[in-house]
């Protein structure tokens, strides 16, 4: 009779009960690498937000009636403000002749559309609609009673701050600033 040997190998346990924590472990990668690429997008999108619009919380003197903008990378002077208690972000636009509000913005403000009209743009002649603002807000500066246009031809939520608002103010661009005043 032979002795059992002290040295038995162990029961290899089942292939099901190995691959189970090796999915667990990949799912758990996969799902920190998800996390981590949310995080960078938002990090990123957030950069490129302030980029285009560095002036998202601008800034107002002393005097309580004057703002300064920051130029954008593109040159371009972008801020937020408020359409009749509205937040939009603005365009300031010198060649334009009035304020121009992309329809789909209208529509959520409750802008009305009136008389069509003809104009030409950089890209041709278009018809708009003129409207009327009760109120517009940039900083601390806030106009009433403004005439603008409505364009079903813009893409995006941008204001066009045309001439008809900018001639209300007293304008200084000094480097990469630009200082609006009443």
Same mark, same amino acid.
């Given at each position: 009779?032979?002795?059992?040997?002290?040295?038995?190998?162990?029961?290899?346990?089942?292939?099901?009960?190995?691959?189970?924590?090796?999915?667990?472990?990949?799912?758990?990668?996969?799902?920190?690498?998800?996390?981590?690429?949310?995080?960078?997008?938002?990090?990123?999108?957030?950069?490129?937000?302030?980029?285009?619009?560095?002036n998202?919380?601008?800034?107002?003197?002393?005097?309580?009636q004057?703002i300064?903008?920051?130029?954008?990378?593109q040159?371009?002077?972008?801020?937020?403000g408020?359409?009749?208690? =509205?937040?939009? &972000?603005?365009?300031?636009?010198?060649?334009?002749? +009035?304020t121009v509000?992309?329809?789909?913005? *209208? !529509?959520?403000?409750?802008l009305?559309?009136?008389?069509a009209?003809?104009?030409?743009?950089?890209?041709?002649t278009i018809? =708009?609609?003129s &409207?009327?603002?009760?109120?517009?807000?940039?900083? +601390?500066?806030?106009?009433?009673?403004?005439? *603008? !246009?409505?364009?079903?031809?813009?893409?995006?939520?941008?204001?066009?701050?045309?001439?008809?608002?900018?001639?209300?103010?007293?304008?200084?661009?000094?480097?990469?600033?630009?200082?609006?005043?009443?």
């Open positions: 009779m032979s002795e059992p040997s002290s040295k038995e190998t162990p029961p290899k346990p089942s292939t099901a009960a190995t691959q189970k924590p090796q999915k667990v472990g990949k799912w758990m990668w996969l799902f920190m690498w998800l996390i981590a690429a949310a995080l960078l997008y938002q990090y990123f999108d957030d950069k490129l937000a302030k980029q285009y619009n560095p998202q919380n601008v800034s107002t003197a002393a005097d309580g004057t300064i903008l920051l130029q954008n990378r040159g371009h002077y972008v801020a937020n408020f359409i009749n208690g =509205v937040e939009v &972000t603005y365009l300031l636009d010198t060649g334009a002749t +009035s509000v992309p329809e789909k913005l *209208a !529509q959520r403000i409750g009305k559309p009136g008389y009209s003809r104009v030409n743009t950089a890209n041709g018809n =708009v609609y &409207t009327e603002i009760n109120s517009l807000s940039i900083g +601390s500066i806030t106009l009433y009673d403004l005439r *603008a !246009q409505i364009n079903p031809y813009m893409t995006d939520d941008t204001v066009l701050l045309g001439m008809n608002v900018l001639r209300q103010l007293k304008l200084v661009q000094q480097g990469k600033q630009l200082t609006l005043s009443l």
